[in-house]
């Protein structure tokens, strides 16, 4: 069905009889790219990190700092530095905060910068707060100082 090629038509460099190859000799691997972080355009995102959470009943004291999102339903005393902060019904954050958005079930008290924020029918928010968009429902109570940027 297939003719072979005679002997003399196969290329010298194709046959390695007796020849050690040595992992020097091969081609590099190129690194693996994670398909969600890839952008399209030849350049790699760093992948996002993984999502927090502090539970109901948990209090912790001090400041936090992330790239990724967290959910508070426990309570949080000190400074946070987030991407996305959900503070949940049972919730509370008394400190100051710096996020891209904020949605408030909670509580939350304290300087707040963030580009969103979004509170909640049963919220309680009080403090300075310095936002670039704002919704709230009917039943959300804000009080302090509201500035948008």
């Known amino acids: ?4 090629k005679p002997a003399s038509q196969v290329p010298d460099d194709h046959s390695a009889q ?3 190859l040595q992992i020097s000799d091969l081609p590099p691997r190129p ?3 994670h398909p969600a972080a890839a952008t399209g355009r ?3 995102a760093a992948p996002a990190a993984k999502p927090s959470l502090i539970s109901e009943g948990f209090a ?3 400041d936090m700092k992330s790239d990724g999102s967290l959910t508070v339903d426990g309570a949080i005393h000190g400074d946070l530095v987030v991407r996305t ?4 019904a049972t919730g509370v954050v008394d400190g100051s905060v710096k996020a891209d958005s ?3 079930e909670g509580s939350l008290s304290g300087a707040v910068e963030c580009k969103e924020l979004m509170v ?5 928010v009080d403090g300075k707060l310095n936002y670039a968009t704002i919704a709230i429902q009917r039943g959300g109570t804000i009080k302090g100082e509201l500035k948008r940027a």
Request: proline fraction near 4%.
């Open 1 to 4: 069905m297939f003719k072979q």
């Open 18 to 20: 007796g020849a050690e």
């Open 31 to 33: 690194e693996p790219v």
């Open 42 to 44: 030849g350049r790699v």
């Open 60 to 62: 912790f004291k001090g």
């Open 85 to 88: 902060l959900l503070i949940g």
């Open 102 to 104: 904020i949605t408030v």
């Open 120 to 124: 909640g029918g049963r919220a309680r």
